[in-house]
């Protein structure tokens, strides 16, 4: 399947955004994030972008006071999804301008709306930004 989750932390171990792919209950969704948070928070700058966690490998990035966290099957390319996970960032600060926790808060809808342009079912199907960000300025013009 390749992505099992996505996860968007801030510096203090909030989730502000979580989509996950794969059935879990509440209660394991938030021992997971619990989990993964503050193994990857703990980490320094000159470690790897890359956690073995359960039967996950986590990739993760630092933007700014974000933390986007994503989890994979083992057999997954990592640095493909790094390069996702920027893919994501830069379409972001394209539709926010400089993307921030504040704007991840207040336009949440956009957000997962952008993830479910890119993801279908753990397998990313677009990268091309316009392609992305054209159906949520429609709806902005809409509205």
């Known amino acids: 399947m390749g992505i099992r989750f ?3 932390v801030n510096k203090q171990g909030q989730t502000r955004l979580a989509q996950y792919y794969e059935y879990l209950t509440l209660e394991e969704r938030r021992a997971l994030e619990g989990e993964i948070v ?5 980490r320094n700058e ?8 359960r039967n996950y490998k986590i990739v993760y990035r630092r933007y700014a006071s974000l933390f986007f ?4 099957d083992n057999e997954e390319n990592e640095l493909a999804i790094l ?4 893919l994501l960032v830069e379409t972001m600060d394209r539709h926010f301008g ?7 808060m207040f336009h949440l809808e956009k957000a ?4 479910e342009e890119m993801v279908m079912n753990g397998c ?5 930004k316009s392609n992305i960000l054209a159906p949520i300025q429609l709806m902005d013009k809409a509205s």
């Open 83 to 86: 390069e996702f996970i920027h």
């Open 38 to 42: 503050r193994k990857c928070l703990a």
């Open 46 to 53: 000159q470690q790897c972008s890359f956690v073995e966690h």
């Open 112 to 115: 997962h709306f952008m993830l």
């Open 69 to 72: 966290l994503v989890g994979v």
């Open 98 to 104: 400089n993307v921030c926790e504040l704007d991840i």
């Open 6 to 8: 996505i996860l968007m």
């Open 124 to 128: 990313v199907v677009e990268t091309s």
